[in-house]
T-cell receptor
């Protein structure tokens, strides 16, 4: 049973470029959340997707957008990259059907470096 | 405002010693509290999950406690090993009309030295 998979694992971009990160949730999970983690900081919530719609959003500009596909996989897009966008981007999956003890599984992350 | 605070920010201990990490939260309404271990550059891995009615939960050498009245949790690591060197993140969740929401603490960076 595959866990949460993310791609690519590492990438380097220059300022102003655009990037797309991908995530496949754990089997049986239908909800995908994206987080940005700067070096030495805790993860910051970007947004959550459920039933192919953005359900919740954190305090991130519109340059950050996403998509969820019918198979529950998801993409995170960042436009007009800034140096401050350099971070580890984590994808987490969960099941909407689980109650209070529902698990939240993380992928290994995509390390984005903006030069 | 829903917040999770952790202390200390960083900690250095010798191999074989015990240590305790703290987590204070102001999340409401409380759903559950989780501790994650995150190795550098990797994704967080769950250690324990506790609901409102649970006071203690163990996972090998890791023991988490929860005091829902004071809104405090601790993670105790026994007989530390070099592989315990990582960041430990406290995550508190609450439910609203959209489902579960997760509030992350900043983490405690633990270094175990030989």
């Amino acid at each position: 049973d595959a866990g949460v998979t993310q791609s690519p694992t590492h990438l380097i971009k220059t300022r102003g470029q655009q990037v797309t990160l991908r995530c496949s949730p754990k089997s049986g999970h239908d909800t995908v959340s994206w987080y940005q983690q700067a070096l030495g900081q805790g993860p910051q919530f970007i947004f959550q997707y459920y039933e192919e719609e953005e359900r919740q959003r954190g305090n991130f500009p519109d340059r950050f957008s996403g998509h969820q596909f019918p198979n529950y996989s998801s993409e995170l897009n960042v436009n007009a990259l800034l140096l401050g966008d350099s971070a580890l981007y984590l994808c987490a999956s969960s099941s909407s059907g689980q109650l209070n003890t529902g698990e939240l599984f993380f992928g290994e992350g995509s390390r984005l470096t903006v030069l | 405002k829903n917040q999770v605070e952790q202390s200390p920010q960083s900690l250095i201990i010798l191999e074989g010693k015990n240590c305790t990490l703290q987590c204070n939260y102001t999340v409401s309404p409380f759903s559950n509290l989780r501790w994650y271990k995150q190795d550098t550059g990797r994704g967080p891995v769950s250690l324990t999950i506790m609901t409102f009615s649970e006071n203690t939960k163990s996972n090998g050498r890791y023991t988490a406690t929860l005091d829902a009245d004071t809104k405090q949790s601790s993670l105790h690591i026994t007989a530390s090993q070099l592989s315990d060197s990582a960041s430990y993140i406290c995550v508190v969740s609450f439910r609203d009309n959209y489902g579960q929401n997760f509030v992350f603490g900043p983490g405690t960076r633990l270094s175990v030295l030989p």
